[in-house]
Antibody, heavy 118, light 107 residues
Framework: EVQLVESGGGLIQPGGSLRLSCAAS????????MNWVRQAPGKGLEWVSV???????YYADSVKGRFTISRDDSKNTLYLQMNSLRAEDTAVYYC????????????WGQGTTVTVSS | FVLTQSPGTLSLSPGERATLSCRAS???????LAWYQQKPGQAPRLLMY???SRATGIPDRFSGSGSGTDFTLTISRLEPEDFAVYYC?????????FGPGTKLEIK
């Protein structure tokens, strides 16, 4: 069964850092494009970042320079390092396999909640 | 890259046909346009990819069409479980982009 399980969310003060993890099973992270997507309370989906199978990375303007996407191929795990957190980063964060090489098998994690507040 | 979805809210009854629109500010490479369904408290679920291919396990009452900048998701006969929010996403280039969503509600 293909599955993604996120962890690492929590309550953090403005300016703080947090690292989210996304453990994959049933498929290989490094063979796919992998995304982080977030959803602020009551709002729509916002794409955050993608890492290509070749290692190239891209970011939304709202997080560029503060967030870093990476993966550990030995652990089949995706990460999102979030620095200089702001109140507007408060959201549920999902990891998701990009549709481009998924051939119709969509995989999203259950989401992990990040709350930035003093 | 901006995606616009219309209508913002669609009120229909079970058994009716639903037509949701997604328009891109520029042509989407290889029609790499996906549709997702999201219910309250749940992660999004992939419905369609490549504009017109159904994802694994998606019933055939869901269909997608379109190319270039104009795309449509059609639900032929609404079932009670279809009432949710629907998002389109382009994945032909990065940064990826989601549309603002269409809420499909029971009339």
């Amino acid at each position: 069964e293909v599955q993604l399980v996120e962890s690492g969310g929590g309550l953090i003060q403005p300016g703080g850092s947090l690292r989210l993890s996304c453990a994959a099973s049933g498929f290989t992270v490094s063979s796919n494009y992998m995304n982080w997507v977030r959803q602020a309370p009551g709002k729509g989906l916002e794409w955050v970042s993608v890492i290509y199978n070749g290692g190239s990375t891209y970011y939304a303007d709202s997080v560029k320079g503060r967030f870093t996407i990476s993966r550990d191929d030995s652990k089949n795990t995706l990460y999102l390092q979030m620095n200089s957190l702001r109140a507007e980063d408060t959201a549920v964060y999902y990891c998701a396999r990009d549709p481009i090489f998924a051939y119709g098998v969509g995989v999203w994690g259950q989401g992990t909640t990040v709350t930035v507040s003093s | 890259f901006v995606l616009t979805q219309s209508p913002g809210t669609l009120s229909l009854s079970p058994g009716e046909r639903a037509t949701l629109s997604c328009r891109a500010s520029q042509s989407i490479y290889s029609n790499y346009l996906a549709w997702y369904q999201q219910k309250p408290g749940q992660a999004p679920r992939l419905l369609m990819y490549g504009a017109s291919s159904r994802a694994t396990g998606i019933p055939d009452r869901f269909s997608g069409s379109g190319s270039g900048t104009d795309f449509t998701l059609t639900i032929s006969r609404l079932e009670p479980e279809d009432f949710a929010v629907y998002y389109c996403q382009q994945y032909g280039s990065s940064p990826r982009t989601f549309g603002p969503g269409t809420k499909l509600e029971i009339k």
